[in-house]
């Protein structure tokens, strides 16, 4: 059967939201830690397990990443903003204009002349000079806004970072204590990888090593003996790979993992619509049928359950075209059999268009 995997985040994390979520098919619920603090881990964990729920955590992983900034307004071009890669910040109180990151390892491999580029909202920056051990100056050459948490890359350049950040080590050991028994790997790239996360979470919990980068892509077969499942997310990806290039390989991996009867799941841009509208788009609905398809075992609802205006109807839609395309696997090709998910879960207007 194929599963509903859900990150739990503001607009989910009430109790009477979670169990409308189980009831209407989700079947397991992730704490994203590049959105988490240690405070917010163990309130989230002590929330979800209050309803009988067993949670899993998504490591932030090699993923460079805003962890703090002054700056909550667009950047226009041409302002001087400096970078931090340690809690140096903390002592400037005189910097107006600066942006903390959380791998300290990337700032040696970053230099003059280099484009840092931020989200996909438009904000680039090019790299000036190292003033410090662990700080460099960069000037906007494109506006944008910025945002804590939100991914960092360097333009046609890959950085080696460490699998784990010091905080997805700490809340691995914290989620463990407490009976999780899933763990999602962020930007697992190859074996090592895969294999140093094993060891880290031992043999009876399950490792889903997240596939996301274009290394991570050659080195799939691999990384897929080393793991439990495999989660293919499309969002990151595209960040390596032509988005023209993004179903091909998604497909790719999937007969990969198919082949090695491991499961595998897809995330990014689900239902995206559903995160204002109350209906989802025609081309999200055929997106979903071609991976379920191509024999996906799981399909994530990020962004639209854990920030969006639509957490349970998103969820009660997926799994009523989840059921619908396993009847009509079984033979039957109408979808009238399978039963709509009630109003009260999604909605006169979702209810009425289905």
Known sequence: MTSIIITVGPSSIEPSKLKKLKLCGADRFRINLSHATHSSLEEYINIIKSVGITPSIDTQGAQLRIKSTSLFESIPAGDIVNLYFTDEYKKIT??????????PEAVDQIIAGDI???????????????????????K????GSVLKNRAVDIQSKSLKLSVLTEFDKEAIKYALSNGIKEVYASFISTESDARYLRDIIGKNIKL???????MGIANVSKIIDLSDEILIDRGDLSREISIAAIPMAVFN????????????NIATNVLDSMMKASLPSRAEISDIYSHLSAGVSGIVLAAEVAIGDNPVSSTALLKYLIDSYKNYERGFHGIGKINKPCKELIGDELFNWL
């Open 208 to 214: 889903i090593s997240k596939i996301e980068t274009s």
């Open 94 to 103: 005189h910097d107006n204009e600066y942006i903390a990151l959380n791998h």
């Open 140 to 143: 906007t050459i494109s506006s």
């Open 116 to 138: 840092m580029k931020v989200d996909f909202n438009g904000l680039a920056l090019e790299i000036l000079e190292q003033t410090g051990d662990n700080c460099l100056k960069a």
């Open 253 to 264: 991996v999937i007969k990969i993992a198919r082949e090695k009867r491991k499961p595998v």
